[in-house]
């Protein structure tokens, strides 16, 4: 039986997708460059960087490391805007019950994100002292599909990774989990991916037992 769940943030505890979305828009829109929901699927579990990396694929001129970082600053602002907009209520529906069981039979948990707003975001839906420990953006050098993030929670949880749970709607979450040696659930777009150990469309439609077993 596994000791510890780690859960990446976005897609599995509450969905910013959209406001994500939006911010990353208003960013291309003002460069002129083309954006749209098929693009902004690929930057799910990967860096701001990576992600304005990916969007430039279809820029028309060159963007020095400095305008970069500028139009990088600038989408996080944005985004960082709309998290105000956040409530208890934007938790994910059945997640909260699945998590106070696991609480109640003593399981550890953790947050593995990739993103530096995490604590932000926690504490916006009322998760802010929920954990028993939060990695994320602010503590890593490397993003998914590099395990760094949940070894690192694991670390925090002081569990080795082969007693840990991730639980992950990416595609290169699960890649990082599996690198990690860590059992890996898939839920949301990484319901499909193969290489998950266990699958569920959400996390709130698996059994907190099966999840550990």
Same mark, same amino acid.
């Given at each position: ?7 990446? =943030? ?5 969905? +910013? ?24 699927? *690929? ?14 694929? *279809? ?36 997640? +909260?019950?699945? =998590? ?50 949940? #070894?690192?929670?694991?670390? =925090? ?34 319901? *499909? ?17 099966? #999840?550990?077993?």
């Amino acid at each position: 039986m596994k000791k510890g769940v780690i859960f990446d =943030l976005d897609g599995v505890i509450v969905s +910013t997708d959209g406001l994500h979305y939006k911010a990353w828009k208003q960013m291309a829109d003002r460069e002129g460059i083309y954006f749209d929901q098929v693009i902004n699927n *690929r930057l799910r579990g990967v860096s701001r960087m990576e992600s304005l990396a990916i969007i430039l694929e *279809r820029a028309e001129k060159t963007y020095t490391d400095e305008e970069k970082l500028e139009m990088a600053s600038m989408k996080n602002e944005l985004y960082r805007e709309s998290l105000s907009t956040l409530t208890p209520n934007d938790i994910l529906p059945g997640v +909260t019950p699945v =998590l106070e069981k696991l609480r109640a039979m003593g399981v550890k948990l953790a947050i593995g994100s990739s993103s530096r707003n995490t604590p932000a975001i926690l504490k916006q839906i009322g998760l802010g002292d929920f954990f028993d420990a939060v990695a994320d953006g602010n503590q890593i050098q490397n993003s998914k599909p590099d395990p760094e993030v949940f #070894l690192l929670a694991a670390k =925090l949880l002081g569990l080795p990774p082969e007693e840990c749970v991730v639980v992950e709607d990416a595609f290169a979450g699960i890649d990082a989990a599996k690198a990690g040696g860590m059992k890996a659930l898939g839920v949301g777009d990484a319901s *499909r991916y193969e290489k998950a150990d266990i699958t569920a469309p959400t996390l709130a439609e698996i059994a907190p037992e099966k #999840l550990i077993e």
